[in-house]
């Protein structure tokens, strides 16, 4: 078993390197890495439906999604995340105890009363402070999770903020917790990467033929070129969505105008746009264009100003426009 530290602060590489270890190590494998600001999406969910794209777009936060289930997270330089990468079936593994015992004992050892609740939430005092999740792909298992240790609870809070009921799916939903830090419970202050050390101890405790491995020169190229067309893409990241149908109402001074866009694999299949807006232009054209398009940002911006929308919407900005598009 390898025990591996990544020297990648961005989520994009480390959820490739993760897919990479599971294709091509013959050896089990330990990894922890921290990221950036960045949200995380689970393999079925809708990721606009999941992200405030306003706040992310402002702050430029990086959204990927990874290849296994469940909900949505955010990540900063205060949450550390690790993944076990093993060589067992789908059977032996049921249960999250298993690989989320090492981090329970670290903190049980620090004095602080961690549980694992539900099917696979760790908990302090009833606040989730790890969500894990897990796959069998490539015939092994990943499972990974999250631990809040320092992170900015405002930001989480702000990147995954969205707009009730302006998306109608199947897309697996996250449900949202009461959440805390790890290091507002410990007795005493412990830096971050005292308490990463503690976690990789623990781990080569209960593996004692664990070995630390470094990524090879040609290991980095691999998940770069595994990130660069996989992980960064837009189509992986939004077009991997679930069929979506999204409803918004824009009030403004030209009038109320109201967009409705069926999505499929990223792509809007039938836009329909209503209101008591007044327009020189059939929106007929406009509604036309849009169908085929990708329901990406930039995609939709150039069809609007191509079309010259304020023909059809009066005196408005585009970013409304968008806004309510999105």
Known sequence: MLSIFSPSNFASFNIAAEEYILRSFPQD???????????????????????????????????????????SVFHDPGNLNFSFLMHETAEITRSF?????????????????????????????????????????????????????????????????????????KAVKSIRARVTNVSDHLPNPLPLQDFVALIRKKVHSVYPQIKDYEFSAEDLKAINDLMDNKYNTWNWNFGKSPRYNMH??????????????QVDKGIIQEA????????????????????????????????????????????LELEEILQAMF
């Not at 990894?31 to 995380?40: G, R």
């Not at 918004?248 to 866009?261: D, N, T, V, W, Y």
Request: net charge neutral; hydrophobic share 40%.
């Open 97 to 169: 105890e298993r690989y989320t015992r090492p981090v329970l004992e670290v903190l049980q050892d620090l004095g602080v009363d961690a549980k694992l609740e539900g099917r696979n939430d760790l908990t302090i005092n009833g606040m989730k402070f790890s969500g894990n999740a897990k796959t069998h792909i490539y015939g092994k298992t990943l499972q990974h999770g999250t631990i809040l240790y320092s992170s900015k609870m405002g930001d989480l809070s702000a990147a995954l903020k969205v707009k009730p009921f302006k998306f109608s799916d």
């Open 29 to 71: 494998v330990f990894l922890l890495y921290i990221n950036e600001a960045s949200i995380i999406v689970g393999k079925h969910q809708n990721t606009l439906g999941e992200i405030n794209q306003d706040w992310v777009i402002l702050h430029q936060i990086p959204v990927v999604r990874r290849l296994t289930g469940g909900g």
């Open 248 to 261: 918004h109402e824009l009030r403004s001074k030209a009038g109320i105008i109201e967009f409705f866009l």
């Open 272 to 315: 329909r746009i209503f209101g008591d807006f007044f327009s020189s232009r059939d929106i007929h054209e406009l509604e036309s264009s849009l169908q085929g398009v990708q329901h990406k940002r930039e995609e939709v911006a150039e069809v609007l100003s191509r079309m010259d929308y304020c023909s059809f919407f009066g005196d």
